[in-house]
């Protein structure tokens, strides 16, 4: 009866032995396992700040990219403003010239248009030119013209036009419009850059 109880006695230590071992093997791997975890969520955690920091740093550059194209912008379209207003000015500048100054314009006009192949062909002036152009002008030009081997009838006709200056020559096959405003848009391309130079000095 002894020896069935001494060995009961030692099957149940053996037993209460091995559940210690297995709960502390439990105990070991499900620490483990959670020290694991605090790694990982560190990692990520670490991982997902760092990514929002460079993410937070790209869009302060792309917004400070977009503020300086922003103002870059608003300055070139202030810059064009100038100009545009400045140009627009051009033909009110012309006409506001001395006559004599004025006049020594419109007679170079009128001889580097004078249409090639044409026996007459009439002038029909801007209104505001009506005092300035007369008939005496004009034959001055075509003098001027016939001392060059140029045989062409100047005539200035009795109607004027709605400009703001110059004139516009009226031949059988052709019409040729050297008003003020026409010759700034020809010249335009060529003017703006030379005016944005004087106004802005670039």
Do not use: W
């Amino acid at each position: 009866m002894r020896n069935l109880d001494r060995l009961a006695t030692r099957i149940i230590d053996e037993a209460r032995g091995k559940a210690d071992d297995i709960l502390k093997d439990a105990d070991a791997r499900c620490a483990a396992r959670a020290d694991e975890g605090r790694k990982r969520a560190d990692e990520i955690y670490k991982t997902t700040i760092e990514a929002a920091t460079v993410a937070a740093a790209e869009e302060e550059r792309r917004a400070q990219i977009a503020r300086s194209l922003d103002v870059r912008n608003a300055v070139l379209r202030a810059k064009g403003d100038m100009v545009d207003a400045l140009m627009s000015e051009i033909p009110a500048r012309m006409h506001a010239l001395p006559d004599e100054e004025y006049l020594a314009l419109i007679q170079k006009m009128m001889m580097d248009a004078a249409p090639a192949g044409e026996d007459e062909v009439e002038i029909v002036v801007a209104a505001p030119d009506r005092e300035r152009i007369d008939a005496a002008f004009v034959a001055k030009v075509q003098s001027e013209l016939a001392s060059r081997g140029r045989d062409l009838q100047l005539k200035l006709a009795g109607e004027t036009l709605d400009l703001a200056g110059g004139f516009v020559m009226r031949a059988s096959t052709m019409e040729i419009d050297c008003s003020l405003d026409a010759l700034l848009a020809v010249g335009q391309d060529e003017l703006a850059p030379l005016v944005a130079e004087a106004l802005l000095g670039r």
